[in-house]
């Protein structure tokens, strides 16, 4: 769909990046950014439908989705040395074992 392609090349990565710098300061500036995406409406096929539906009928997944994948794939990176962040001051590893049948268990210092 044509309009899925230019939104996502001339609007979403404006949205990203201002997801990434706001996103983490309150919670109603990424509710403000998610708004944007109520662009969607523009699609006159899809006009009706509820805002998640117009977003998986045009394949988008909403911004807090990408948020929270972007915050796990730069946790792993962390965590099995990809990144050169010196991970002491940011979190710990659970020491006592696993936990649910899992041994990386994250505390906050």
Same mark, same amino acid.
């Given at each position: 769909?044509?309009?899925?392609?230019?939104?996502?090349?001339?609007?979403?990565?404006?949205?990203?990046?201002?997801?990434?710098?706001?996103?983490?300061?309150?919670?109603?500036?990424?509710?403000?950014?998610?708004?944007?995406?109520?662009?969607?409406?523009?699609?006159?096929? +899809?006009?009706?439908?509820?805002?998640?539906?117009?977003?998986?009928?045009?394949?988008?997944?909403?911004?807090?989705?990408?948020?929270?994948?972007?915050?796990?794939?730069?946790?792993?990176?962390?965590?099995?040395?990809?990144?050169?962040?010196?991970?002491?001051?940011?979190?710990?590893?659970?020491?006592?074992?696993? +936990?649910?049948?899992?041994?990386?268990?994250?505390?906050?210092?």
């Amino acid at each position: 769909m044509i309009f899925t392609q230019l939104y996502k090349s001339m609007v979403r990565e404006h949205l990203e990046c201002a997801d990434t710098a706001w996103g983490t300061i309150k919670k109603t500036d990424g509710k403000h950014l998610e708004k944007v995406q109520r662009a969607t409406k523009i699609v006159p096929s +899809i006009r009706d439908l509820p805002y998640r539906e117009r977003l998986q009928q045009l394949k988008l997944p909403s911004l807090g989705y990408k948020r929270n994948r972007g915050d796990m794939i730069q946790m792993y990176k962390i965590l099995y040395g990809l990144e050169d962040i010196p991970d002491d001051n940011l979190f710990k590893l659970a020491k006592d074992g696993p +936990i649910r049948d899992h041994s990386l268990k994250l505390h906050k210092p």
